[in-house]
């Protein structure tokens, strides 16, 4: 064959391929009809002219060594709340849910909560003692905690005042401001029990005081049981160096338990016979009930969930049809088995598909797919763990423990999503 026939030949292939292709995107906008775009009879200059994208070259790789996310991607940031913020240096700000998917956390999207401000440390002058009841007081160097036996595990991280300013009634109107204050992280460290055996713990050893290294020094005493069980010593978490607003070069994981308990900047571990407690056990971190007592030792994070998108800040854009409904739901028991979605603010629910790995005391990302047909929803979701712990409405949380708290609740949450798809924070009574 001639190369004259043989462009011919392939001329009319592409003819044929390209013929193809546009009955197959015909017949895939027919299936989606409820999709704006892939239906319309209309060309679309994005896919038939040549775009500056397409004719210009980019940048190289020298452009970015470290890397960073598209510019169109620059509203996907943690945000505060002015009127929560008395200083910046003793705050907290929160993880853009509503943007995100699967369930990692990227690192600089993991919310902060500081008490002093964050420390910046050297890790070679960075040192972790033990001390207390030990047969032998120990000091290591980071180079010293690298010898030992690593592990990685995926553990959500939630603060106890996560979704705190919802007790009395709804707030703070996006998922970012109600249930930002948590992150799922693949954290690589030292199991805990090892430095502990290191160096011996004494009979009268039941409690631990990790201390952190920055000025609020930050402490809070830990049962010996906990400690040895499943608590790592991390200084990576997904696969790269801690970020100094999470505690860099180490920090305590306590896979379950609130946030408060993770110390940072970890510095020290005293082994004592009882509890402290500290200032942040005490005044702070204590569940005040309806008859002014407090709850003692509240510390694992009971069984929760949210939808995250739609909701406020992620309101429904395309119109009416085939819509997704998507979430993260929780446990620091263990994993979630379930979760409910209802459309009818719990009138009627249907059982959400999970997806993405599930490991114990981690997030699992759930899905719904459904046709909306531009009524009114109020939606809500439901987790059941595998103890099957039941996550309570507000109200019944309420009834429990009064409205004087501002920690550990994991009541359901619901949005309003208008005619319109925007989206607003409501409660169904």
Same mark, same amino acid.
Request: net charge neutral.
């Given at each position: 064959?001639?190369?004259?026939?043989?462009?011919?030949?392939?001329?009319?292939?592409?003819?044929?391929?390209?013929?193809?292709?546009?009955?197959?995107?015909?017949?895939?906008?027919?299936?989606?009809?409820?999709?704006?775009?892939?239906?319309?009879?209309?060309?679309?200059?994005?896919?038939?002219?040549?775009?500056?994208?397409?004719?210009?070259?980019?940048?190289?790789?020298?452009?970015?060594?470290? /890397?960073?996310?598209?510019?169109?991607?620059?509203?996907?940031?943690?945000?505060?709340?002015?009127?929560?913020?008395?200083?910046?240096?003793?705050?907290?700000?929160?993880?853009?849910?509503?943007?995100?998917?699967?369930?990692?956390?990227?690192?600089?999207?993991?919310?902060?909560?500081?008490?002093?401000?964050?420390?910046?440390?050297?890790?070679?002058?960075?040192?972790?003692?033990?001390?207390?009841?030990?047969?032998?007081?120990?000091?290591?160097?980071?180079?010293?905690?690298?010898?030992?036996?690593?592990?990685?595990?995926?553990?959500?991280?939630?603060?106890?005042?996560?979704? /705190?300013?919802?007790?009395?009634?709804?707030?703070?109107?996006?998922?970012?401001?109600?249930?930002?204050?948590?992150?799922?992280?693949?954290?690589?460290?030292?199991?805990?029990?090892?430095?502990?055996?290191?160096?011996?713990?004494?009979?009268?050893?039941?409690?631990?005081?990790?201390?952190?290294?920055?000025?609020?020094?930050?402490?809070?005493?830990?049962?010996?049981?906990?400690? &040895?069980?499943?608590?790592?010593?991390?200084?990576?978490?997904?696969?790269?160096?801690?970020?100094?607003?999470?505690?860099?070069?180490?920090?305590?994981?306590?896979?379950?338990?609130?946030?408060?308990?993770?110390?940072?900047?970890?510095?020290?571990?005293?082994?004592?016979?009882?509890?402290?407690?500290?200032?942040?056990?005490?005044?702070?971190?204590?569940?005040?009930?309806?008859?002014?007592?407090?709850?003692?030792?509240?510390?694992?994070?009971?069984?929760?969930?949210?939808?995250?998108?739609?909701?406020?800040?992620?309101?429904?854009?395309?119109?009416?049809?085939?819509?997704?409904?998507?979430?993260?739901?929780?446990?620091?028991?263990?994993?979630?088995?379930?979760?409910?979605?209802?459309?009818?603010?719990?009138?009627?629910?249907?059982?959400?598909?999970?997806?993405?790995?599930?490991?114990?005391?981690?997030?699992?990302?759930?899905?719904?797919?459904?046709?909306?047909?531009?009524?009114?929803?109020? &939606?809500?979701?439901?987790?059941?763990?595998?103890?099957?712990?039941?996550?309570?409405?507000?109200?019944?949380?309420?009834?429990?423990?009064?409205?004087?708290?501002?920690?550990?609740?994991? /009541?359901?949450?619901?949005?309003?999503?208008?005619?319109?798809?925007?989206?607003?924070?409501?409660?169904?009574?």
């Amino acid at each position: 064959m001639t190369d004259k026939n043989a462009m011919a030949v392939n001329a009319t292939t592409r003819r044929k391929m390209l013929t193809s292709g546009l009955k197959l995107s015909a017949l895939v906008g027919a299936a989606y009809s409820g999709m704006s775009r892939a239906n319309s009879q209309a060309p679309d200059p994005l896919i038939t002219e040549i775009q500056d994208w397409n004719r210009y070259m980019g940048d190289g790789v020298d452009a970015n060594p470290y /890397g960073s996310p598209s510019q169109f991607e620059a509203e996907v940031v943690r945000r505060d709340v002015p009127w929560l913020t008395a200083d910046a240096k003793s705050s907290v700000n929160f993880t853009p849910l509503h943007a995100l998917d699967g369930i990692i956390t990227p690192n600089g999207l993991c919310f902060e909560r500081h008490h002093g401000g964050v420390a910046q440390i050297a890790p070679d002058e960075h040192r972790l003692m033990i001390n207390g009841l030990v047969d032998t007081p120990l000091v290591f160097t980071m180079e010293d905690i690298a010898r030992f036996p690593r592990e990685n595990h995926m553990y959500f991280l939630e603060c106890a005042a996560n979704s /705190g300013m919802e007790w009395r009634g709804a707030q703070l109107n996006g998922c970012q401001f109600t249930h930002g204050m948590v992150h799922n992280v693949l954290y690589t460290g030292v199991p805990l029990k090892y430095l502990l055996q290191e160096a011996g713990i004494k009979t009268r050893g039941k409690w631990l005081l990790p201390e952190g290294a920055d000025p609020a020094h930050m402490t809070r005493s830990i049962p010996m049981e906990k400690a &040895l069980d499943d608590c790592l010593v991390a200084f990576k978490m997904n696969g790269e160096a801690l970020r100094p607003e999470q505690g860099y070069p180490l920090r305590l994981v306590v896979p379950g338990w609130e946030g408060n308990m993770w110390v940072k900047w970890l510095r020290r571990l005293e082994v004592g016979d009882e509890p402290w407690h500290h200032r942040e056990e005490t005044s702070k971190y204590t569940d005040l009930l309806a008859d002014g007592r407090a709850r003692r030792f509240s510390w694992e994070m009971d069984v929760k969930s949210v939808i995250t998108n739609p909701s406020p800040q992620a309101p429904i854009l395309h119109g009416q049809g085939r819509t997704v409904i998507t979430g993260l739901a929780w446990s620091g028991h263990g994993t979630v088995r379930r979760v409910d979605v209802s459309v009818d603010g719990g009138r009627n629910w249907t059982t959400a598909r999970l997806d993405a790995p599930s490991f114990s005391k981690s997030v699992h990302r759930f899905y719904h797919e459904f046709d909306w047909d531009g009524r009114e929803l109020f &939606l809500q979701s439901r987790a059941i763990d595998d103890r099957g712990n039941v996550q309570p409405t507000k109200n019944a949380l309420r009834h429990a423990r009064g409205e004087n708290s501002i920690y550990h609740n994991n /009541g359901i949450q619901t949005w309003q999503v208008r005619p319109d798809g925007s989206a607003e924070n409501v409660e169904i009574s």
